[in-house]
């Protein structure tokens, strides 16, 4: 008999890329990229629950969130089971805060997940990297979702190395109305000249991170109000030809909030990093004219 199990919910956090440099396309039509990327204290919930008719359903009640076997989560399912040669059921269920076409990584974050999830539930001897080749098989930023919460992304972003550094910072996130198609965006850089080559995320993170104060000895910081002006993406601008509303509310929200916003993956979300101990009235400020541009807006602060 199965025991009484209580759905249990964990986090599925969103993903920030401080810096994205991007190659030519591949001939498999991919880009090379290398990207430095913070999984951020904000994201969305998943919780899994075994059922007895042996369908992986997925639930959730954000309107134009797909529930079918097109959501990540449940290719995710599909790919563990298949690879686990189980037959088991489960109800994948999601609630979602980070938006769609946004840059964060919700639905490679809640694949991740799901792979994680589904692991404990299913008690597979898998390690990290196993289940890294099954997220990589799902799309090409799930693998980076199992490591955090400071890493390196090479390849097409199925490779990923995580670093010894830690981020200190206030983050605030901005997340227009506005949705940006991954495809259409690389297919615009395409288009365009290609980019300056950037400094090597290993160098950068050199040059950047600081002793500890605390602990001189100990691990490396990165921090915010430092590495901000370091931040750069290459897709920014192929993001605003492919998506002109995106251009334009990046420019208006630079006059709101008299700071100048970095675009993550392939957009529409923004970010800018802070000090950890930044002046919370003034990053609300900040959250509060980004919302009045018609944006939902976040203040990350971590308290610990
Ligand atoms: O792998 P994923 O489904 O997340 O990628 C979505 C699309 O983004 C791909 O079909 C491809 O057009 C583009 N892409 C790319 N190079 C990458 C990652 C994605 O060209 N490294």
């Not at 919780?47 to 309107?63: F, H, K, L, Q």
Request: charged share 20%; proline share 7%; with cysteine.
């Amino acid at each position: 008999m199965r025991g009484v199990w209580e759905p249990s919910f964990v986090r599925s956090p969103a993903k920030i890329n401080l810096t994205l440099a991007v190659g030519p396309r591949r001939l498999d039509g991919y880009h090379d990229l290398e990207s430095i990327v913070a999984l951020l204290d904000f994201g969305d919930e998943v919780s899994a629950m075994p059922r007895d008719d042996g369908r992986i359903v997925i639930e959730c009640d954000t309107p134009g969130v797909p529930t079918d076997d097109t959501n990540l989560a449940a290719k995710a399912a599909h790919a563990l089971r298949e690879h686990a040669k189980l037959r088991d059921g489960v109800t994948i269920r999601l609630t979602k805060r980070i938006p769609s076409g946004a840059g964060l990584g919700g639905g490679s974050s809640n694949a991740a997940t799901t792979l994680m999830l589904l692991r404990d539930l299913w008690k597979l001897p898998l390690k990290r990297d196993q289940l890294a080749a099954i997220a990589a098989t799902i799309g090409s930023d799930v693998a980076l979702f199992l490591y955090g919460p400071l890493c390196a992304m090479r390849g097409r972003g199925e490779l990923v190395e995580p670093l010894s550094v830690s981020l200190v910072a206030s983050a605030v996130l901005v997340m227009p109305q506005i949705h940006s198609a991954t495809a259409a965006v690389y297919r615009q850089f395409d288009e365009m000249p290609a980019p300056p080559k950037p400094e090597s995320a290993a160098s950068l993170v050199a040059r950047l991170s600081r002793p500890n104060a605390s602990f001189p000895a100990g691990p490396r910081q990165l921090l915010g109000e430092d590495f901000m002006p370091a931040t750069f993406n290459d897709l920014e601008s192929s993001a605003f030809a492919a998506t002109p509303a995106l251009g334009e509310f990046a420019a208006r929200l630079r006059e709101a909030t008299g700071h100048a916003f970095r675009m993550t993956g392939s957009g529409a979300a923004f970010f800018h990093l802070f000090g950890k101990y930044h002046d919370r009235r003034e990053l609300d400020r900040i959250a509060a004219a980004a919302k009045n541009l018609g944006a939902t807006a976040v203040v990350i602060q971590p308290v610990h």
